[in-house]
Antibody, heavy 119, light 108 residues
Framework: EVQLVESGGGLVKPGGSLRLSCAAS????????MSWVRQAPGKGLEWVGR??????????DYAAPVKGRFTISRDDSKNTLYLQLNSLKTEDTAVYYC??????????WGQGTLVTVSS | DIQMTQSPSTLSASVGDRVTITCRAS??????LAWYQQKPGKAPNLLIY???SLQSGVPSRFSGSGSGTEFTLTISSLQPDDFATYYC??????????FGQGTKLEIK
C-alpha cells in the first residue's frame, strides 16, 4: 500500500525557515518523480515544485512564487522527500502535500502538513 | 503561461442528477488534463487522467472527455458522497503544473 506521510509543519515568523519531510513507502521511491502541492486556507491547489528520479537526472523545477526560496531534495536511502522553505512570507501559509508525480498528474497524496507564517 | 478556467465556480445539484463541470485551457493542451475530487480537510483524490482515463478504483459514474482547449467532467448520477470540490489540472511544456480554480458541488 502506498503511503506518504508529511511532517515538519508549524508556526514560523516571516523571513524564517522550515524543513518539511515526506516519508514514503509501498512503492519504489528511488524510481519515482515527486512533487509538492500546497493549498492556502480556503483557497485552491497550487503546485510548488518537483524533483525527478536520480536515474532521470534528479533535477528540480519550481513554481514562480517559490523559485529561489524553496528547495526540494530527496534521500533515496531513507525513502524521504524534503522541502526546505526559506525567506518565508505570510502568503506561504498553506497545507503542503507530498505527491507522487506521474509527469502529467498526481495519483497519490499525503495527508498534508500545515505551515503558518505569522508574526 | 497556460491558464485553466473552470466553470461554474459553484454548482447546486440533487442526488441522482447528471452534472457536468467544464475546464477550458487558454491554448491547446491536447489531452494532458487531469481531474481531482477534494473533500473538506482531506487531500485531493485523482479521478481522471489524460482527459478521459478513469483512475483505478474510481466509480464508473465519473467520466472525462475533451481535447484541445475544452474538457468536461461528468458525473452520471450524483451520489451523496460526490458533494465536494473538483479541480482540473494540466502539465505544460514549461515544466509546470497548473490547476483550475475549483468547482464546489453543493447539495440543492
Amino acid at each position: 500500500e502506498v503511503q506518504l506521510v508529511e511532517s515538519g509543519g508549524g508556526l514560523v515568523k516571516p523571513g524564517g525557515s522550515l524543513r518539511l519531510s515526506c516519508a514514503a513507502s509501498g512503492f519504489t521511491f528511488s524510481h519515482t518523480y515527486m512533487s509538492w502541492v500546497r493549498q492556502a486556507p480556503g483557497k485552491g491547489l497550487e503546485w510548488v515544485g518537483r524533483i525527478k528520479s536520480k536515474t532521470d537526472g534528479g533535477t528540480t523545477d519550481y513554481a514562480a512564487p517559490v523559485k529561489g526560496r524553496f528547495t526540494i531534495s530527496r534521500d533515496d536511502s531513507k525513502n524521504t522527500l524534503y522541502l526546505q522553505l526559506n525567506s518565508l512570507k505570510t502568503e506561504d501559509t498553506a497545507v503542503y502535500y507530498c505527491t507522487i508525480d506521474r509527469a502529467n498528474y498526481f495519483d497519490y497524496w499525503g495527508q498534508g502538513t500545515l505551515v503558518t507564517v505569522s508574526s | 503561461d497556460i491558464q485553466m478556467t473552470q466553470s461554474p465556480s459553484t454548482l447546486s445539484a440533487s442526488v441522482g442528477d447528471r452534472v457536468t463541470i467544464t475546464c477550458r485551457a487558454s491554448q491547446s493542451i491536447s489531452t494532458w488534463l487531469a481531474w481531482y475530487q477534494q473533500k473538506p480537510g482531506k487531500a485531493p483524490n485523482l479521478l481522471i487522467y489524460d482527459a478521459s482515463s478513469l483512475q483505478s478504483g474510481v466509480p464508473s459514474r465519473f467520466s472525462g472527455s475533451g481535447s484541445g482547449t475544452e474538457f468536461t467532467l461528468t458525473i452520471s448520477s450524483l451520489q451523496p458522497d460526490d458533494f465536494a470540490t473538483y479541480y482540473c489540472q494540466h502539465y505544460n511544456s514549461y515544466r509546470m503544473y497548473t490547476f483550475g480554480q475549483g468547482t464546489k458541488l453543493e447539495i440543492k
